[in-house]
C-alpha cells in the first residue's frame, strides 16, 4: 500500500477544541534505516506491527504495511527497541479530511505535530487556522529520528 501523508507543525492548541479523539501511543522502532523503518505501536489496547519504506523525493509517498498484533506482543517488542516515543493522538476532523495531531511527550515535549493523509499528491484540502509551517520531507520530524535525536536535544536551531 502507499502512504500519501503531509506533515505540519502545529502554531496552537485551539484544535484540542475541535478533536473528537485523544489517545495515548507509545512506540519504538526496531529498526530506523531509510530504506524500511520496523515500528512497534501501542495504541490504547491494540497492538501494532508497521513496516515503511523509504520516502519518495517530497517526502510525502512512501510504502506502507501495517499489521494488528496482539497488545502483550507489542509490549514485548517495545523492550527490544532502543527508546520508546510517547504521544497523545488527537483526532480532529476539518472539511472533508482527518488530520491526527500528535502532542509529544517526555524528550519531545513541546512539539506538536499534525499530519494528513491524502488519496493523491496533488489532492487540495482545507488548512486550519491552528496549522503552522509544513515539514513535509524534513527528517528531523520523522517519529523514527525522533526515537533517535529529540526534540529536547534540537537546541535553538530548529
Known sequence: MIEIERKFL???LNFKNEAVSRTFIAQGFLTTEPERTVRVRVKG???YLTVK???N???T???EWEFEI???????????????LEKNRFEVPVGSHLYEVDEFLGA????????????SEEEVFQRPNWLGK???GDVRYYNSQLSLSPYSEWGQTS
Open 10 to 12: 502545529v502554531s496552537s
Open 45 to 47: 489496547e491494540q497492538g
Open 53 to 55: 519504506g523509504i520516502s
Open 57 to 59: 523525493v517530497s517526502g
Open 61 to 63: 509517498s512512501r510504502r
Open 70 to 84: 496482539p497488545k502483550t506482543e507489542a509490549m514485548d517488542l517495545l523492550g527490544l527497541c532502543p527508546s520508546v
Open 108 to 119: 519531545n515535549a513541546g512539539l506538536v505535530l499534525a499530519e494528513i493523509e491524502l488519496e
Open 134 to 136: 509544513e515539514v513535509t
